[in-house]
């Protein structure tokens, strides 16, 4: 249940501004300058948030890309270190 509150949340947080890139974007690129990700269906992005979320909580990095994201990506990440 933490891990799908989290992911809620990141998920809430990224769609703001579009401009996270999830890691497998990183991996292949994309043509017109837009992750592919925000064109797929709801529940993909939401398994791709849980995904991310998971890696939050045992301290891997995604690359934040705003203030917002940074500050959420540490307290999970210090959330984890606790837990």
Not at 46 to 65: E, I, K, M, Q, T
Not at 68 to 74: A, D, V
Request: a negative charge; aromatic letters at 20%.
């Amino acid at each position: 249940m933490y891990v799908h509150f989290i992911a809620c949340i990141w998920y809430y947080i990224i769609d703001k501004k579009k401009e996270w890139i999830p890691p497998l974007d990183y991996l292949k690129g994309w043509p017109d300058g837009q992750p592919e990700f925000y064109d797929k269906s709801t529940q993909y992005r939401y398994c791709v948030s849980l995904y991310a979320s998971c890696l939050f909580l045992f301290g891997n990095d995604l690359g934040a890309r705003d203030d917002t994201q940074l500050i959420f990506i540490s307290i999970v990440n210090i959330m984890g270190a606790i837990a």
